[in-house]
């Protein structure tokens, strides 16, 4: 079993929609958890970044972690046709150490939002 | 503009040859990462670098070597020991370990 799993999709919504997209994790000692956009033939992007439980927003995005059940979302009110593109969760255990810095990702969601 | 810069954009290697990705930076980060990414596998860590002359394992370094002499720069090699170098590569660098920035990768190919 991966440590993170995610849905590749590809997932096609109408402009307009709400947009959802979802992780799962194994590992209980992750801590940070990221979002990253990534267009085609271009490196990721971060998009959100957020410690622990809870929910933050930014503009039309909201990430949401529930360290319960391991289970991270992103959510795209009003998508855009410029939206489209791969999302990948990543994750880490903490800012220091000998795992400084080290990323899990999920295996990517690709989006197309259609006008 | 501050960012990192991947060269080439596109790499062909014969069989047997050891080839050399560029990643450059001029963000100031301390740390420095190499990735892998196959269809349908995300991304993979190959190698990371917290310090100047310093430099760690990833997930899958086998086949691979870097070298960190200085702060800006973080080539990657790519021996004869890896099998199956086809893929998309992507540096990233970091201020605080957590929000890497990308940057737009090489993509490599056997001839």
């Known amino acids: 079993q991966k440590e993170v799993e995610q849905d590749p999709g590809p997932l096609s919504v109408p402009e307009g929609a709400i947009v959802s997209l979802n992780c799962t994790y194994s590992n209980s000692a992750f801590q940070y958890f990221m979002w990253y956009r990534q267009y085609s033939r271009k490196g990721p992007e971060l998009l959100m970044y957020?410690?622990?439980?809870g929910n933050k927003e930014d503009g039309r995005f909201t990430a949401q972690v529930d360290k319960s059940s391991k289970y991270i979302s992103l959510f795209i009110r009003d998508s855009q046709p410029s939206d489209s593109a791969t999302y990948l969760c990543a994750m880490s255990y903490n800012a220091g150490g000998t795992s400084y810095g080290k990323l899990t990702f999920g295996q990517g969601t690709i989006l197309t939002v259609h006008p | 503009d501050g960012g990192i810069t991947q060269s080439p954009k596109y790499l062909f290697r014969k069989e047997g040859q050891n080839v050399t990705l560029s990643c450059e930076q001029n963000l100031n980060h301390d740390a420095m990462y190499w990735y892998r990414q196959d269809p349908g596998q995300g991304l993979r860590l190959i190698y990371y670098s917290q310090i100047v002359n310093d430099f760690q394992k990833g997930d899958i370094a086998e086949g691979y070597s870097v070298s960190r002499e200085k702060k800006e720069s973080f080539p990657l090699t790519v021996t004869s020991a890896q099998k199956n170098p086809t893929a998309f590569y992507l540096c990233a660098s970091s201020k605080d370990g957590m929000s890497q920035h990308f940057g737009d990768g090489t993509r490599l190919s056997i001839l």
């Open positions: 957020t410690y622990s439980s």
